[in-house]
């Protein structure tokens, strides 16, 4: 069937969106020992799980699984209070889809596809959808995915798969291809060693974004196939494309071509906020004038499920004190005569006297008391940072009590760190006694 055959409004109805909300997010370290990466807090008072399921009800996608394993416990409140508006009469919905052990008693999800295949049953007896995108639930961008549905069905393909243009030098991290002129796609590597450049690009590399469309018959069968063969990751990049290109029914579908959300400089705008540096700087990208992000767009508009905080309070006793500068400030923070630059603020921040908070991204309910100095930082929710303590001055202190990021740039602080460091202190004193 050609697009030409089915109007955008059948074809958004006809599909079922699924987002892989399952991973840890290991390069984040402590900072998703207890959270789900893609309920980890994102631009002041989003999540980032919020951006794929924005650009769904965004696109007029309105049937949404969402499928969660690891410490799944604050995405799932995330999603019963904040997404949960949708009219289950009218046929739309954001289910969750927690791991439920269905092939034995110990087997939980095996991979990206096999999450997927433990719900088949679910997805065709009970949904029964025409069409099924499968999204990643922790990447930061903006997209129309009726466009790639539209030209899902235009290519006659049977997969469709999201891609992006990104440096050779990053491809590696990524599943690479190579595609012809109808972007038809004729090889596929999942992170190869040495990623192969584009045709006439030879600093580029075609990546894939972890969106796939698939006919709902093909992808049943395709995972029937994959849960049959002996010694697989269970993945779709690593196991399921590689069959799809070998029946010849892999189509791309470039990012360029239904992106919401460019930036300044009208580039598309897609990251991955899958490391320490890259969550810092993605929430450090917001605060400027002109924004890499813009999250203020209400023609593509971000929702989530905001914190109904009192206002937020600013306290300038001493005319010495710079204000706050080029910063995002979350609702209910108290800032009394402290310095706030190139900064993100969640809510229910407090900043005592004298002290200087710059290029830090301080997550909710987080206390930083008089004369302390942080630069560089991510502080972790519900953190105390004790009167006059200074991070980000002097690197090889912060390393003996801090995580630093792999580019030596970005300090990491949770309160477990601090509460170990004042225990030390304690002990410390005790023996001095």
């Known amino acids: 069937m050609k697009a030409g055959d089915l109007n955008k409004y059948d074809l958004v109805k006809n599909t079922l ?12 370290h402590e900072l998703t020992d ?17 951006f794929a399921l924005s650009n769904c009800i965004n696109s007029g996608l309105n049937r949404i699984g969402v499928v969660t394993q690891y410490a799944a416990h604050s995405l799932l409140r995330h999603l019963q209070t904040g997404w949960s508006f949708l009219p289950q009469e009218r046929g739309e919905f954001v289910d969750m889809l927690p791991a439920r052990q269905q092939i034995d008693d110990s087997t939980w999800y095996r991979g990206t596809a096999d999450a997927v295949y433990q719900n088949m049953a679910i997805i065709r007896d009970h949904y029964r959808p025409k069409y099924v995108l499968i999204l990643a639930g922790d ?3 903006k997209q129309d995915y009726s466009v790639m549905l539209m030209d899902h069905v235009n290519s006659g393909a049977k997969c469709t798969v ?29 992170k190869p060693k040495d990623p192969p450049a584009m045709v006439g690009k030879p600093d580029v590399s075609l ?9 709902a018959d093909y992808l049943y069968e395709m995972l029937e196939r994959e849960v049959n ?12 494309l590689p069959k799809c290109l070998e029946d010849e029914t892999l189509y791309a579908h470039p990012f360029s071509r239904s992106c919401m959300g460019r930036n300044t400089e009208g580039e598309i705008y897609w990251r991955d906020v899958g490391t320490l540096d890259s969550f810092w700087q993605s929430n450090i990208d917001l605060v400027s004038e002109n924004p890499q992000l813009d999250i203020y767009d209400q023609s593509w508009p971000i929702r989530g499920n905001p914190v109904q905080a009192y206002p937020s309070k600013f306290f300038y006793k001493q005319t010495n004190v710079h204000p706050v500068d080029n910063s995002l400030i979350g609702g209910g923070c108290v800032i009394t005569d402290a310095l706030i630059s190139n900064s993100v603020l969640f809510d229910r921040v407090k900043v005592d006297a004298f002290s200087k908070v710059e290029h830090c991204v301080v997550l909710p309910e987080v206390t930083i008391g008089k004369n302390c100095v942080l630069k560089n930082c991510i502080i972790d929710r519900t953190c105390h940072i004790p009167d006059g303590m200074q991070i980000g001055v ?17 300090i990491l602080v949770t309160p477990k760190m601090l509460k170990k460091l004042e225990g030390e202190e304690i002990a410390s004193e005790a023996h001095l006694d």
């Open 207 to 215: 990546a894939s974004m972890g969106i796939y469309v698939f006919d």
């Open 139 to 141: 990447h930061i961008y």
């Open 34 to 50: 207890k959270r789900a990466k893609p309920a980890l807090y994102f631009g002041g008072n989003r999540r980032i799980i919020d």
């Open 229 to 240: 063969t002996p010694e697989t990751s269970h993945d779709f990049g690593k196991n399921v």
């Open 394 to 410: 002097n690197l090889e202190e912060d390393r003996k009590r801090f995580r630093i990021s792999s580019t030596g740039k970005v």
């Open 17 to 28: 969106v699924l987002i892989l909300a399952g991973g840890r997010g290991s390069r984040l």
């Open 162 to 190: 999201g891609c992006i243009e990104v440096p050779r030098s990053e491809a590696h991290e990524f599943g690479v291809m190579a595609v012809n002129e109808n972007l038809k796609v004729k090889a596929f590597i999942e």
